[in-house]
């Protein structure tokens, strides 16, 4: 036998029935090409949102190699609610943590209030006070855009010294440079000494960038006057082994505020990967829904190919029979109806994808939207439409190839 | 040129055969233009697919050019039908979505050797089509479809040319036409074996071959009849 490939013959002929039938090629393709459209954009958007959540979480807690210990009980469990009423955290249970459990290596401190007054250049407005140890913006891993933070000599002084947000630098100094600067905040003159790079939005969407941080010693004694604190953000020296951590951070605040069950806390401790697993959670079930459409659009167009091609291994019986006649083989035959079937999912995936990754790029840049491409997603589900035009295809084309030529040719008589 | 010994077909299954053709013992030789002739059903469209190694015979033997095609496999008769053998149609079975060309490149497609654009172009010119090649079948008569039909039966220069009612869908005058290409064809040494009801048609061809079910019941050729005349 001749070793004459069948390939190249076929592409040929299925390129010229796919160009020269559109509407019924549109009809194989179009479900597909959906389908590809759909799994690319939604996890585009899922991919995004999950990213997004993630960047806003690490600029909101600034580590992840931290436990984050606050007032109030598990009832009230969440994100840091600072300036809120519950007063059960103070210095003494830190400084306890820090001396007894050993992961532990360092810890911050923080008061916050919400709303106080700033005023400057004849300005005002309001910001988010924080009062922070000095060794905050270390743990966080914050960087400065000016000057430098405060110090722990700053902090025994009780200086009147701040260190503040990129919105704020940007809406009491515009162009200036704040660095020794006055600033009215909370009633109390302070001078700024560094200015925070900025760090966009937090997981609720409000800005990160309008706060002003004094040394934590300086809330305490001068600005809000109390001894209780509404967040800890304890560094640990292994942060593999958060959860055990967790648990003795737990049982020593239990023991300290002598809570006994039934009791319930009066305080609890979070890690980021805690907060973060639940936001992705939300997000994966969104995931697995949109995936599932895509999913659902790809089998519809398989089954929508295997159809339309058997019904063209029925219809074309003539066009069969005569190719057979002039000298096709059956693999001849095979090969064109395969080729159509594999061109026809070849076309739907690119078109498919090559709109997915268009929409997600317009939409990433003209609706700023935390879109994403996902190449492995958008690649696979390309490859997965392939898949299906091969295995759709394949039935059909065998099923026309069977054919004995001269049933095929009596059938048009 | 073919030999056919003791050949039966019968279709259908186990149970129930239906006989096409009970035993037929035909020999044709090099450069003859043989008509078939028989009613419906009288199994002359059979004979002619055996002859076309579109089928196999169920019983018997066939020798074309010394060659056994009766145990030939699927692959090895489609290489004897592209290399050998010319078909011709009823109702044409032209690509309807390819031009009058490429319908005549159709058999290159499956050929080692396929025949270039100017072989086409020369078989075309031999029909009188060639300033039809970029046609659509679509846009061409029936006379003119035949006639692009008959160049891809032409293109890869067969030794034999097989015609299945080629006027059966033409009026009387183009199928007059087409009867005098295939009669032009003859002339040039070409073996060809059409299959007609038409007894008018039967009469351009030099023997007349009548089938009733399923076997020769006559055999006459022309020039004998001619020389008797005398």
Known sequence: MSARSVWPGACRTALRTIRRTKGRSLAMGLTLAIGVLAITLTIATGEGARRGVEKSFRSML????????????????????????????????????????????????????????????????TTSLFGVTANWFAIRGDSFQAGAPFTSADESAMARVAVIGSD?????????????????????????????????AGPGGASLDNIVDVPFETTRRRIFNRDNIELATLKLANAAQWAETEASVNSLLRERHAIRPPTLDDFHVTSPEALIARYAKVDSTLRTAFFWVGFLALAIGGVIVANLMFTAATARRQEIGTRRAVGATQRDILAQFWMEAIIVALLAATVGAGIGVALTRAGASMMRMAIEISWPVTLGASAGTLAIGVIAGYFPARKAAAESPSAALRTSE | MISLEHVKKSYGGRERPVAALSDVSLELGKGEFVAIVGASGSGKTTLLQILGALDLPSEGSYVLNGQRVDGLDDDELSALRNRTIGFVFQSFNLLPRASALENVLTPGLYSDTPPTRADAELV???????????????????????????????????????????????DAATGDQIMNVLSELHRSGLTIVLVTHDPVVASRAERTITIRDGRIASDERRLARQEAVQ
């Open chain 2, 124 to 170: 075309m010119r031999q029909v009188g089509m060639l300033h039809r090649s970029s046609h659509m079948p679509s846009e061409m008569s029936g006379g003119e479809q035949q006639r692009i039909a008959i160049a891809r039966a032409l293109v890869m220069r067969p030794q034999l040319l097989l015609a299945d009612e080629p006027t059966g869908n033409l």
């Open chain 1, 168 to 200: 704020v630098a940007r809406t009491y100094f515009g162009d200036a440079s704040p660095i020794g600067q006055h600033l009215r905040v909370g009633g109390t003159d302070v001078i700024v000494v560094g200015v925070l790079a900025p760090n966009g």
């Open chain 1, 62 to 125: 600034g580590a992840f190699d931290v436990l984050l210990v606050q007032p109030g009980g598990p009832a009230m469990r969440g994100m840091a609610r600072p300036g809120s009423s519950v007063t059960t955290l103070n210095p003494g249970d830190v400084a306890a943590i820090l001396a007894t459990v050993p992961n532990v290596r360092e810890a911050s401190m923080a008061q916050t209030g919400f709303d106080a007054g700033v005023e400057m250049n004849g300005k005002s407005g």
